[in-house]
């Protein structure tokens, strides 16, 4: 054989991902307040359940206050933070893995469990990612569409679970887009199955109801995975972290990059649980936003919102494409969340923000006629 030279064509990447669709990227903040012809701060942004009162200002002065801190490699095992959230969640630290958001969590734990031809169930609709890290994974994706209001299909849940093969069970309560829980009865259930669940916990904090997290000690097939995104308003530094039964915690540590936190993370993470009360009040404060807000859009001809358990509110749009309203809002400097997918291409969501920005936001909805 002789060596010859790599053409483009012999270049060849896995067939796989050679064959996936692309990625529609989210435009960023600043190409879209260029685009709408409006400056970044009077945009109101509802599409992505961002925290509208930002993080807390003891974490802002921490990653500050880094100096030289920033130039070291952090530490690998994060175990202030891991030590704070300990007291947090109240599970023992070595149950806990940080990472780069819940994100990296969900792709770890599909690495450490999936093979190329295994199954994960995903019930949607539900969060992106699931099916996103499965096909990265070769994963086969076993979609058990959730009932008319939302809630799980436990009977067919259990019958896709019978097949070989089934390795994980992704489960996000409250669900993101829909808002509601998954209750203690059907969990239970879902766990007397041969699989491992993943709950995905990152709206716990505005559900009123207690984690799971706690349980996961004494239960071998249970992931809770949570984040600082949402209630600490940190999803532009990625933090994010998952209790892992300790069976799983010593491969799930072979397999993380060494520096998945960075260290302006970190510090404002620890920052922020050092902050709780101030953040909590804007949980609050979200909360009592969302409560007002639901029959306000109730009132709206036009909207058939469900109620909601999370920062958001899921919206079924009648009478007019959810697609046309969603770029009325936006030509009003209003973003909201629209989809593709068949299910939802008639909703859109509402992430909750500031009651000024609700206000604006009412007001545009009472004036669009159809
Ligand atoms: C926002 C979100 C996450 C991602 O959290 P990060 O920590 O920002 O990666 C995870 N799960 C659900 C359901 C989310 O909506």
């Known amino acids: 054989m002789t060596k010859t030279r790599m053409t483009t064509d012999a270049v060849r990447v896995r067939p796989d991902i050679a064959e996936m669709e692309p990625y529609t990227p989210i435009l960023p903040f600043e190409v879209l307040s260029e685009r709408l012809g409006r400056p970044a701060e009077q ?6 359940n961002e925290n509208p ?18 130039s070291i490699y952090p530490d690998p095992e994060s175990r202030k933070l891991r030590a704070m959230l300990a007291d947090y969640v109240q599970v023992d630290a070595s149950h806990i ?6 994100d990296e969590l ?7 469990f999936v093979v190329p031809g295994d199954a ?27 009932r008319a209001d939302f809630s799980l299909d436990v009977d067919a849940i259990e019958e896709a679970a019978q ?5 994980l069970l992704f489960l996000c309560s409250p669900n993101n887009p829909s808002g509601n829980l998954i209750s203690p009865a059907e969990l239970e259930r879902l766990l007397a199955l041969p699989l491992v669940v993943v709950l995905d916990e990152a709206y716990i904090e505005f559900s009123g109801v207690e984690s799971t997290a706690q349980i996961v000690p004494q239960t071998p097939n249970l992931i809770v995975l949570r984040t600082f995104s949402k209630w600490a308003g940190l999803a532009g530094l990625r933090v994010g972290y998952g209790i892992f039964p300790l069976s799983l915690m010593g491969h799930l540590w072979k397999i993380k990059q060494p520096y998945n936190l960075n260290v302006a993370a970190d510090a404002a993470a620890r920052a922020s649980l050092a902050d709780l009360p101030a953040l909590i009040a804007n949980v609050e404060r979200i909360i009592n936003e969302r409560d007002r807000l639901l029959p306000e859009l ?11 358990r999370s920062n958001f509110i ?19 400097g209003i973003l909201v969340r629209y989809y593709k997918t068949p299910r939802l291409s008639d909703h859109i969501r509402i992430s909750v923000g500031k009651p000024e920005q609700s206000d604006v936001l009412l007001a545009a909805l009472r004036a669009n006629s159809y």
């Open 43 to 48: 945009i109101i942004k509802l599409d992505a």
């Open 53 to 70: 009162y930002g993080p807390s200002p003891k974490a802002l002065k921490a990653m500050a206050e880094l100096g030289r801190t920033a």
């Open 97 to 102: 893995l940080v990472g780069a958001g819940a």
């Open 106 to 112: 969900i792709d770890l734990t599909m690495r450490l």
């Open 120 to 146: 994960i169930i995903n019930c949607s609709p539900s969060f992106g990612m699931y099916p996103f890290d499965a096909a990265l994974c070769g994963a086969r994706l076993m979609s058990i569409p959730r």
């Open 163 to 167: 097949e070989n093969d089934v390795k």
């Open 298 to 308: 109730e009132a709206i001809p036009y909207l058939r919102p469900y109620p909601s």
């Open 314 to 332: 899921l919206c079924k749009v009648v009478g007019m494409e959810a697609f046309w309203l969603k770029t009325q809002l936006e030509d009003r």
